[in-house]
């Protein structure tokens, strides 16, 4: 068993991950809450990312935009990673060997280097072209790649159900 | 042009809906299960996994060669057992279920539990809300 198989199973027999696995609302309720998040939290991301595609809002300056949205991007993302590391505790073991959650985290954090990157690029020279229709290739490549990523995310997420498998 | 990618976006948002809508089900009945196969089992139980998202109730059954095979019959989870009546605690290891479902796609010794007769007599529809399998959206299920 590995070390990290080893933290799993410790997580997973906690007793208050034990008591969410089998919770009679608490799961649901915690799952509910982690897709309605996702839609805030990536909702408001794609907009962004839309915007600096030259999709919508194209006569905008980018950091209007951006920046009245960050606090619902913030708080969906606050919401998304309490109650999905309480999911993720309540089967922990079974996640531990889940292909569809493993390249999910490879993808989460593929996103955030992406977010990073661009922060500290492109997004910091935003006033040079921030009221462009069309902004830099560097900061569209970080949008097209910041879409996919997320959709990657999502679809994993929701493929983790069909590769869980009891023994 | 912007017209067409906002149908484009439309069509892309649909099409994950669709993807997530059965928001009830873990997975749906025929990812997992085949329902021409359906079939039986009496069996004691050797093990109880009363989780969500889905239950599993171990039972060992003598096969036709006389031999003890144990299987997993997955059932919904808590919430969705204990609406129809059947609470944790009401069945033991050592107890006799017996489970009316369909087995599983990968010839595993796993079974869909759509229908256990708990040792006390009760009859209870085993299956996941909103799975699409066989006797979902019958609303006395529900």
């Known amino acids: 068993m590995t070390a990290l198989l080893q933290v799993c ?3 997973h027999d906690l007793p208050w991950a034990t008591a969410i696995r089998e919770s009679e609302i608490t799961f649901p309720a915690l799952e509910t809450v982690h897709v309605l998040s996702l839609g805030l939290m ?4 794609a907009i962004v990312d839309l915007r600096l595609l030259g999709v919508v809002l194209r006569h905008e300056p980018v950091a209007r935009i951006a920046a009245p949205l960050l606090p619902a991007t913030w708080i969906g993302f606050g919401l998304m990673l309490s109650t999905g590391g309480l999911l993720f505790a309540a089967e922990a073991t079974d996640m531990y060997a889940n292909p569809a959650f493993r390249l999910k985290l490879l993808l989460l954090g593929l996103a955030g280097l992406n977010m990073l990157v661009f922060h500290f ?9 921030g009221s462009e229709v069309s902004p830099p290739v560097g900061a569209r490549i970080a949008a097209a790649a910041s879409l996919t990523l997320w959709t990657g995310v999502i679809i994993m997420g929701r493929a983790i159900a069909y590769f869980h498998h009891h023994g | 042009m912007r017209t067409k990618l906002l149908a484009a976006g439309g069509a892309l948002i649909l099409s994950l809906g669709a993807l997530l809508s059965p928001a009830a089900a873990h997975h749906s009945f025929s990812a997992e299960f085949d329902g021409s196969k359906p079939a039986r089992l009496i069996g004691r139980i050797t ?3 009363w989780t969500n998202p889905h239950s599993y109730f ?8 006389g031999e003890i095979v144990n299987w ?3 059932g919904g989870g808590p919430g969705a057992l204990s609406r ?3 609470k944790k605690g009401d069945v033991k290891i050592g107890d006799q279920l017996v489970v009316d479902g369909y087995l599983a796609k990968d010839g595993s010794h796993t079974i869909d539990a759509r229908r256990v007769t708990l ?3 009760r009859s209870i529809y085993g299956g996941t809300p909103g799975d699409g399998g066989p006797g979902d959206g019958d609303v006395k299920n529900k």
Do not use: Q
């Open chain 2, 58 to 65: 171990y039972v060992d059954v003598k096969n036709s060669r």
């Open chain 2, 72 to 74: 997993a019959c997955e």
């Open chain 2, 47 to 49: 093990k109880v996994e």
């Open chain 2, 119 to 121: 040792p006390d007599g």
């Open chain 1, 42 to 45: 990536v909702g408001t991301i």
């Open chain 1, 121 to 129: 690029t492109s997004y910091s020279r935003r006033v040079r072209w």
């Open chain 1, 9 to 11: 199973a410790w997580i």
């Open chain 2, 84 to 86: 129809r009546g059947w």
